[in-house]
């Protein structure tokens, strides 16, 4: 019976903790919202499928689970970005990380951060890696700032590590896969 509830309370323990959009752990709480949650395919600039982003509203923000799988090892920086279109070759149709607050990049840099910038996502040498972030104070849509806008958002995971300090982009490198962030579909 210790064991069961030991287990239990580990479980519980490690699906609480998360990566938020400064990359810090936090908890998501207890009182997270039970909404839908949304399942999308992260692209990449073949149009391959190299992995999966869900998306749910939490109480105090949007919990993305990134997935991926076929990527180049190492740190991979992960960005919102301002416009809902991964339709460009190397996905800068996905225009500048998603900023409504006109901050600078990166949660290092004493202006930053944007909304947008995400802690980075470490792929092993099996070219898998998964993360969860909670960006806090956001919504998927109703209430700004929301990600699901008029013209919408994309995350990008880029081929590179995010400094967490160089405006615009943390130095990051090219954009190796794209997936437009939508409730929509």
Same mark, same amino acid.
């Given at each position: 019976?210790?064991?069961?509830?030991?287990?239990?309370?580990?479980?519980?323990?490690?699906?609480?903790?998360? *990566?938020?959009?400064?990359?810090?752990?936090?908890?998501?709480?207890?009182?997270?919202?039970?909404?839908?949650?949304?399942?999308?395919?992260?692209? *990449?600039?073949?149009?391959?499928?190299?992995?999966?982003?869900?998306?749910?509203?939490? $109480?105090?923000?949007?919990?993305?689970?990134? *997935?991926?799988?076929?990527?180049? $090892?190492?740190?991979?920086?992960?960005?919102?970005?301002?416009?809902?279109?991964?339709?460009?070759?190397?996905?800068?149709?996905?225009?500048?990380?998603?900023? !409504?607050?006109?901050?600078?990049?990166?949660?290092?840099? !004493?202006?930053?951060?944007?909304?947008?910038?995400?802690? *980075?996502?470490?792929?092993?040498?099996?070219?898998?890696?998964?993360?969860?972030?909670?960006?806090?104070?956001?919504?998927?849509?109703?209430?700004? !700032?929301?990600?699901?806008?008029?013209?919408?958002?994309?995350?990008?995971?880029?081929?590179?590590?995010?400094?967490?300090?160089?405006? $615009?982009?943390?130095?990051?490198?090219?954009?190796?896969?794209?997936?437009?962030?939508?409730?929509?579909?």
């Amino acid at each position: 019976m210790r064991s069961t509830i030991s287990l239990f309370a580990l479980a519980a323990l490690l699906s609480a903790c998360t *990566n938020d959009s400064a990359g810090n752990a936090e908890d998501a709480g207890e009182g997270a919202a039970d909404t839908a949650e949304r399942s999308l395919t992260l692209k *990449n600039s073949d149009g391959a499928d190299v992995g999966s982003v869900s998306l749910r509203q939490e $109480p105090s923000g949007i919990m993305l689970a990134v *997935n991926v799988a076929g990527l180049e $090892p190492g740190a991979k920086a992960v960005h919102l970005h301002e416009t809902g279109d991964c339709s460009a070759g190397d996905f800068t149709s996905a225009g500048g990380h998603w900023n !409504p607050e006109g901050k600078s990049h990166g949660r290092d840099n !004493p202006q930053g951060a944007h909304l947008g910038d995400l802690a *980075n996502l470490q792929v092993g040498e099996d070219g898998s890696g998964e993360s969860r972030y909670l960006v806090t104070g956001v919504s998927l849509s109703g209430s700004a !700032p929301m990600i699901d806008d008029e013209d919408g958002t994309a995350l990008v995971i880029h081929a590179g590590a995010d400094d967490y300090k160089s405006d $615009p982009a943390g130095d990051a490198g090219d954009r190796v896969a794209c997936v437009v962030v939508s409730t929509a579909g």
